[in-house]
């Protein structure tokens, strides 16, 4: 099993894992129910969906969207045996020990937290990576939905 600060380095790699974001649903699912269920459900549907041996429909049983687990099990390379074994270097074919299922939803549960760390950043207008206190520039982002528009210019005077 590799360990998670080499896999989540080796992550930035790909285009792919870097793509996944929390919509605003999951997103706000998320600060709700709050990091530790999200986790109690991440276990659970490891439990269900990873676990055995030969996972059911493997390669297509965590779905893209829904809930933040799943998008973080995508971002992570934790979606199927296929990607645990290329990324992870956990083997296909057994079932997943006690410690790969802590594993995958520590990976899980480290991508949420920094999910959630950067969107409060995009929320206040502040560096995610100043707050995190990583080294590499910061990634463009999207501008904030709760920034106050600009006033228009061309607005109509009072009539009173």
């Known amino acids: 099993m590799r360990p998670l600060d080499e896999v989540f380095p080796a992550l930035t790699t790909s285009a792919f894992r870097r793509r996944f974001r929390l919509a605003p649903r999951e997103l706000e699912y998320l600060r709700i129910r709050g990091l530790d269920a999200v986790l109690a459900h991440a276990t659970q549907f490891v439990d269900a969906r ?9 390669g297509r049983q965590t ?14 390379a934790t979606c199927c045996r296929g ?10 074919g057994r079932p997943l ?9 520590t990976a899980i549960g480290r991508w949420l ?28 982002r999207a501008p904030s939905r ?5 006033e ?9």
């Not at 709760?146 to 600009?150: D, H």
């Not at 228009?152 to 009173?160: F, G, L, R, T, Y």
């Open 63 to 76: 779905p893209f969207r829904g809930h933040p687990a799943f998008v973080a099990q995508h971002a992570t």
């Open 97 to 105: 020990t006690e410690p790969e299922k802590r594993h995958v939803v």
């Open 152 to 160: 228009n210019s061309m607005a109509q005077p009072d009539k009173n």
């Open 113 to 140: 937290d920094a999910a959630l760390r950067q969107a409060q950043a995009r929320e206040v207008g502040t560096d995610a990576a100043a707050l995190d206190g990583a080294s590499e520039p910061a990634r463009r």
């Open 50 to 58: 990873l676990a055995a041996a030969q996972p059911a429909n493997d």
């Open 83 to 92: 990607c645990l074994q290329q990324w992870h270097a956990i083997p296909r």
């Open 146 to 150: 709760l920034a106050p528009r600009k």
